[in-house]
């Protein structure tokens, strides 16, 4: 074969590209809306699905919009309001960074963004047919705040499509955002509604109780009568949150919500930590449930990880480990008779 020529990639087709590490499936597009409606600073997060976010996902925020004159450019990628330099990165206090997720999943859907800011006098709108962008901007009914409707999700990627499940697995996968979502931000409201259904709508949870109603809702009501509260500090790094009972304990995984300065965190630093802790008191390949909250500087870790920031670098891995492990292992110790820990053999 004789050697082609060299391009540059379209806009469109580096979109496409960057979408395959950062939209897989529809729960990621709603995890990247709604984390942009936090850094927006909504109270409340509406999201309404259609087959299982397939056909249909619209989230709709009450936070600080996005000015007309920016409203193309939100769609281009590598464009972000959140980082303007490398020690902003290092100071991230947002969630968003990357300037990646609208461009993305503009490139592989239909995609309609609405905005008003506070101070603006009528909503705008940009739409993009999962071509380059067309930057022309209409005018609109919103409401202070944005919305994000994103329809037939890789309607021109049908390799991608391909991959996409069954409704209800992609529901599944959808509403396991939301849970994490609404655990990590117990002072904001959501809702979510799928196929004009409501399965979800919670109000803000402010005092203990509130944040134990909201966790039991979004769990299990057992969770809570079978779990501990941990509330501990040092050496700069804090923990919060409830774990369960070794009694209470889950043949899967699917009860572990672990968050770092506020984001949902898959870290094998912490998963080994909390294994110890629970190794002399869970039964053999049972699984503890947990939902935990660390809190360090943010100069302790590293969040530009991966493109779906699910993972984080701890700059002291060590002392997070013991941290972790130290603590729970003293909780869970004070639960057994006497106070001492008591192997299940
Ligand atoms: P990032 O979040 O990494 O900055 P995105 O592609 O997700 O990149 O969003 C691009 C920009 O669009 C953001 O930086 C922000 O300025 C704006 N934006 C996106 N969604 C919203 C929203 N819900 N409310 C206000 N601004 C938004
Ligand atoms: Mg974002």
């Given at each position: 074969?004789?050697?082609?020529?060299?391009?540059?990639?379209?806009?469109?087709?580096?979109?496409?590209?960057?979408?395959?590490?950062?939209?897989?499936?529809?729960?990621?597009?709603?995890?990247?809306?709604?984390?942009?409606?936090?850094?927006?600073?909504?109270?409340?997060?509406?999201?309404?699905?259609?087959?299982?976010?397939?056909?249909?996902?619209?989230?709709?925020?009450?936070?600080?919009?996005?000015?007309?004159?920016?409203?193309?450019?939100?769609?281009?990628?590598?464009?972000?309001?959140?980082?303007?330099?490398?020690?902003?990165?290092?100071?991230?206090?947002?969630?968003?960074?990357?300037?990646?997720?609208?461009?993305?999943?503009?490139?592989?859907?239909?995609?309609?963004?609405?905005?008003?800011?506070?101070?603006?006098?009528?909503?705008?709108?940009?739409?993009?047919?999962?071509?380059?962008?067309?930057?022309?901007?209409?005018?609109?009914?919103?409401?202070?705040?944005?919305?994000?409707?994103?329809?037939?999700?890789?309607?021109?990627?049908?390799?991608?499509?391909?991959?996409?499940?069954?409704?209800?697995?992609?529901?599944?996968?959808?509403?396991?955002?939301?849970?994490?979502?609404?655990?990590?931000?117990?002072?904001?409201?959501?809702?979510?509604?799928?196929?004009?259904?409501?399965?979800?709508?919670?109000?803000?949870?402010?005092?203990?109780?509130?944040?134990?109603?909201?966790?039991?809702?979004?769990?299990?009501?057992?969770?809570?009568?079978?779990?501990?509260?941990?509330?501990?500090?040092?050496a700069?790094?804090?923990?919060?949150?409830?774990?369960?009972?070794?009694?209470?304990?889950?043949?899967?995984?699917?009860?572990?919500?672990?968050?770092?300065?506020?984001?949902?965190?898959?870290?094998?630093?912490?998963?080994?930590?909390?294994?110890?802790?629970?190794?002399?008191?869970?039964?053999?390949?049972?699984?503890?449930?947990?939902?935990?909250?660390?809190?360090?500087?943010?100069?302790?870790?590293?969040?530009?990880?991966?493109?779906?920031?699910?993972?984080?670098?701890?700059?002291d891995?060590r002392l997070v480990?013991d941290f972790?492990?130290?603590?729970?292992?003293?909780?869970?110790?004070?639960?057994?008779?006497?106070?001492?820990?008591?192997?299940?053999?």
């Amino acid at each position: 074969m004789s050697q082609r020529a060299i391009q540059i990639l379209s806009p469109r087709l580096a979109n496409q590209i960057a979408a395959g590490e950062v939209v897989e499936r529809p729960a990621s597009v709603v995890k990247e809306l709604i984390e942009n409606c936090l850094d927006a600073g909504a109270t409340r997060i509406d999201v309404e699905i259609e087959q299982g976010g397939i056909k249909l996902i619209r989230v709709r925020d009450n936070g600080s919009g996005i000015r007309k004159d920016d409203l193309p450019l939100s769609l281009s990628r590598h464009a972000t309001s959140k980082v303007y330099s490398l020690d902003e990165l290092e100071a991230l206090g947002s969630l968003g960074f990357r300037g990646e997720a609208l461009a993305s999943v503009a490139s592989v859907s239909r995609l309609t963004l609405t905005s008003k800011p506070a101070d603006q006098e009528n909503a705008w709108q940009v739409q993009s047919q999962g071509r380059d962008m067309d930057s022309e901007v209409s005018p609109a009914a919103h409401t202070d705040g944005t919305t994000v409707e994103v329809r037939d999700l890789f309607f021109n990627t049908p390799a991608r499509r391909k991959f996409l499940r069954t409704e209800k697995t992609e529901f599944n996968h959808l509403e396991e955002v939301i849970k994490r979502q609404a655990l990590s931000r117990f002072d904001v409201a959501f809702s979510l509604r799928h196929n004009n259904k409501t399965i979800h709508s919670l109000r803000p949870a402010h005092s203990t109780a509130e944040q134990q109603r909201r966790i039991a809702q979004l769990l299990k009501p057992e969770f809570m009568q079978n779990s501990l509260i941990i509330d501990v500090e040092r050496a700069g790094l804090k923990m919060q949150g409830w774990v369960g009972l070794p009694t209470f304990s889950r043949s899967m995984a699917d009860m572990q919500y672990f968050f770092v300065n506020g984001r949902v965190v898959r870290d094998k630093v912490i998963a080994h930590a909390v294994k110890q802790a629970y190794r002399d008191v869970l039964y053999h390949g049972r699984q503890p449930c947990f939902v935990l909250y660390l809190e360090l500087d943010s100069s302790g870790v590293d969040v530009n990880v991966h493109p779906t920031k699910h993972e984080v670098r701890f700059r002291d891995q060590r002392l997070v480990h013991d941290f972790l492990f130290s603590q729970l292992h003293h909780a869970l110790a004070q639960v057994r008779p006497g106070g001492e820990l008591n192997p299940i053999q």
